[in-house]
């Protein structure tokens, strides 16, 4: 029996919320598809299925999760989680709202709590901070793929649900848990299901959520709840110890970035200064259909030298030059198309650590490297995603979302790694 499941919207934000929990003492690998779960360890108190849901047509969406909730429950897990983005990134048509309903169905739960508060972002009187800012009016208002322009997010889960959406304030969430509970089943019995969590501080507000979450079916949210769903399960009796230095993948690195951030884009700056980086033009790449041959040459001439980058990252003004001509969606395809092909081929040559910028990129790669299941490290200054996948012949990666890290961020992926393969050589 799993005490939790963890269906994340994305494959980066799914590999976070695995290494939170194993810096809990959780014992939580990251699968990627619904069969891997038939291979788990059975030292596993919970899994994350890590899954491109985020972007994906609605009906699409509500497909993918309704089979992987039904194997999780078929697995008796105690408890199912939607792990969205702490940005609440999505549209009109989802898919929070959809994948929340189809697992209210699953699961029988009468309501859900979503708890959006996680490191710079809050929630109060149901509106979205990032930093000082509000959503509308931060970078995420700007994102190519699901531009956050209403803060409200009340308002934006209930234009992509059918149940009625409501709000657990702060005042309530501060407040006795007898009394919270009142307010809920109140709330419930007027008709509403899903629940926007206020949150300023983890502790008490992201705390107290979990202690309501904890004994239901279903909750949702960002990257923190699960750290306190899990510590209000294990009433203080962890199971395992964390580590940070997974077993070696020796072999050639490289670097892949699609992210175009301004903190990627800064990350790139710095890389540059030491190691060779090939930026793809994808109006030229759009006409050149030799392109990756290019690429590869360029880079199996200078792998033995050292790691590699590969980047069809842009600024805010080549990002909208591109999609002027390619389209959104035109531009976001060809550059998954580009790395992708371009990941296979330099695992051809003999790359076996990955370090891979932007959400989408990430499950792209691992995709295509038919990885289905990952051992992930606790949660450090690599910001959760540094992973390995075992066998025979062994890869290491570290996936990152586009807006984290610090500035060295890839030099530092890139040395915990030869870390790895320095101890395995001992």
Not at 92 to 98: K, L
Not at 296 to 321: C, F, H, N, Q, Y
Request: proline share 4%; glycine share 10%; with cysteine.
């Amino acid at each position: 029996m799993l005490e939790l499941g963890v269906i994340a919207d994305d494959l980066t934000g799914g590999m976070m919320v695995a290494s939170l929990l194993e810096q809990e003492g959780v014992r939580c690998p990251l699968v990627t598809s619904v069969e891997a779960l038939a291979n788990l360890d059975k030292d596993a108190e919970a899994v994350v299925i890590g899954r491109k849901i985020r972007l994906a047509p609605p009906e699409d969406a509500v497909a993918e999760v309704r089979r992987i909730g039904e194997a999780l429950l078929a697995k008796e897990t105690r408890r199912l989680y939607y792990k969205y983005s702490a940005l609440f990134m999505s549209t009109d048509q989802g898919n929070i709202g959809p994948a929340s309903e189809v697992l209210v169905e699953l699961t029988g739960a009468d309501h859900v709590l979503f708890c959006t508060r996680w490191a710079g972002c809050t929630v109060y009187m149901g509106r979205a901070f990032v930093n000082s800012a509000m959503l509308h009016e931060s970078g995420a208002s700007r994102d190519p793929a699901t531009p956050m322009t209403n803060s409200n997010l009340v308002e934006v889960l209930q234009a992509q649900s059918k149940v009625k959406v409501g709000s657990l304030p702060f005042r309530v969430i501060r407040g006795e848990k007898s009394q919270a509970e009142q307010y809920l089943r109140e709330q419930i019995n007027e008709g509403t299901s899903f629940f926007i969590a206020d949150g300023i501080d983890d502790i008490p507000d992201v705390e107290n959520v979990a202690r309501l979450s904890v004994d239901t079916p279903l909750s949702a949210g960002a990257d923190g709840l699960p750290i306190y769903l899990a510590r209000a399960w294990q009433q203080g009796n962890r199971k395992s110890e964390p580590s940070t230095l997974l077993p070696p993948a020796p072999g050639y690195a490289a670097v892949l970035a699609a992210s175009c951030s301004g903190k990627t884009n800064r990350q790139l700056k710095l890389f540059e200064e030491k190691y060779p980086l090939y930026r793809v033009d994808l109006l030229e790449a759009a006409k050149a259909p030799d392109m990756i041959d290019e690429i590869v040459s360029w880079a199996s001439g200078k792998l033995e030298a050292g790691p590699v980058g590969i980047s069809t990252t842009m600024d805010a003004d080549g990002v909208e030059r591109v999609q002027a001509v390619l389209g959104r969606q035109g531009a976001a395809d060809l550059a998954e198309d580009i790395l992708g092909k371009v990941t296979k081929r330099l695992h051809e040559i003999g790359v076996r650590k990955f370090v891979v910028a932007g959400g989408e990129t990430s499950g792209k790669v691992i995709d295509t490297l038919g990885i289905n299941q990952l051992q992930v490290s606790a949660f450090d200054t690599l910001g959760g995603g540094y992973c390995h996948a075992a066998g025979s012949d062994p890869v290491s990666l570290v996936t990152k979302a586009g807006g984290q890290g610090q500035e060295n961020f890839f030099e530092e992926a890139l040395e915990r790694m030869r870390a790895a393969d320095a101890q395995g050589n001992k």
